[in-house]
């Protein structure tokens, strides 16, 4: 695919799923990746993490992985493990492959590295209003066990998170 990741954001042309998912790659982020994140970052939510959120991320070591097709990130998945427990933190697809399934793809690849860290638990938390994200995270065996007051930043007030989590034990 020769998109640039500019126009994997922008160009709306139709993309097919399974060549889109075959041709995907997942590695690990670096800090020259940050300027095509923040494109995909912009188009994808409405209250974007700023530049300076990830590069703490990756200065502090979390686990932060980047989904690329053609050589130009499309998406990108940040999470914490420590001490048997691992926290997803992000979790970001381009729109215009949206629904072509790289967002479980990245979600696999999260609960797999969890596991090289001995995690046993893995945590996220979700806005009640995002039933794609929550169907994601339901399908994969995620369920809620608790939720967050006034979490997360929001037009009209702030908006409570829905934590979830999955055992992942042997
Ligand atoms: C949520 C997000 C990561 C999912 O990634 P994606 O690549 O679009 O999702 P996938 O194609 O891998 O689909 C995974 C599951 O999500 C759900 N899903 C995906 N698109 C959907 C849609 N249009 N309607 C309903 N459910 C949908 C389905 O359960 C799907 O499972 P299926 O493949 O068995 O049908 C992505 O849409 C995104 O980045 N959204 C904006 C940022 C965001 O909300 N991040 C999550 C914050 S908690």
Known sequence: MRNSAASAVDSGKPLKRGRVRMAAQIRLMREDDLQTILLVERAAYQFPWTPGVFRDCLRVGYCCWVIV?????????????????????????????????????????????????????????VRPSNHIASALYANAGFAAVGFRKDYYPGHGGREDAIVMSLSILK
């Open 69 to 125: 097709i053609g050589g130009e990130v499309v998406g990108h998945g940040i999470m914490s493990a420590a001490a048997g427990e691992a926290h997803i933190l992000h979790l970001c697809i381009a729109p215009n492959v949206q629904g072509m399934g790289l967002g479980r793809s990245l979600l696999m690849h999260l609960l797999r590295v969890a596991r090289e860290h001995q995690a046993y638990e893995i945590f996220l938390e």
